[in-house]
């Protein structure tokens, strides 16, 4: 059964918003020289969710609320989310001021395990953002381990598959498709670590063939993954330079 999470607080419309920052034009994060626009009226209440657990495979739906905290009414004009697997639906768009909706969140745990961290960012009429974080612990589900659905399928594929097209670079390649599960510098988040790691080859064969596990599969082309023979040796070669 789906995991329903109901977040709808007691809080009166003339609570003020917590934790309500200015938010990058990118929803990447801020970079040197990147403009940073003031954030929306539109808040989340609150920002920080803790889902709770969930089975691997199950789906897990939060709703989250939205206020609006401004003295003008305000639409969102688009939802995004930090991965493909992650689908945001709001329940209304145009919210009066001191008016509030809820935005559904539905997160597929496939291939995901312990603590997970998504984030939803909502985008109002005059281009300024909002975001929340939800986290989520995922256990184990034994009957998973038969399944034929890999992370190349689906809207997971949006992550680990399409991203890898066309790219030649090791670190591009890294950052397309590599980047979510192991860090930012191979410095081990959801996934192992990878920073250390000098054997190019020992890398590539991994790269290639897997662990054998639906969260490490193959990434070689001949095993349904994104990456041609020049790709996985650039991508080693890359790996091979970082340091713990």
Request: net charge negative; with cysteine.
């Amino acid at each position: 059964m789906p995991l329903i999470v109901m977040l709808m607080l007691l809080l009166t419309a003339c609570t003020p918003a917590v934790g309500n920052q200015p938010v990058a034009a990118h929803a990447g994060g801020s970079s040197a020289g990147e403009t940073v626009r003031p954030a929306s009226q539109l808040v989340f209440e609150p920002d920080h969710v803790n889902a709770g657990e969930a089975r691997e495979g199950d789906s897990a739906t939060v709703f989250l609320r939205v206020r609006n905290a401004g003295d003008q009414m305000a639409s969102i004009v688009d939802v995004t989310t930090s991965c493909g697997c992650t689908v945001a639906e709001p329940e209304e768009r145009l919210l009066m001021p001191g008016g509030f909706t809820r935005i559904r969140l539905t997160i597929d745990t496939f291939a995901k395990q312990d603590d997970v961290q998504k984030w939803v960012e909502l985008t109002d009429d005059q281009g300024r953002r909002s975001r929340a974080w939800v986290t989520l612990n995922v256990t184990a589900n034994p009957h998973l381990d038969a399944t034929k659905r890999s992370i190349f399928d689906g809207q997971c594929g949006s992550c680990h598959f399409a991203p890898a097209a066309g790219k030649s670079d090791g670190q591009a390649i890294y950052q397309a498709v590599c980047l979510m599960c192991h860090g930012a510098g191979g410095e081990g988040a959801y996934a192992p670590k990878l920073a250390g790691l000098r054997d190019v080859g020992a890398l590539a064969a991994l790269i290639a063939a897997g662990t054998g596990s639906r969260h490490m599969p193959g990434f070689a082309r001949a095993q349904g993954g994104p990456l041609t023979a020049d790709q996985i040796d650039a991508l080693s070669r890359w790996l091979a330079t970082l340091d713990e």
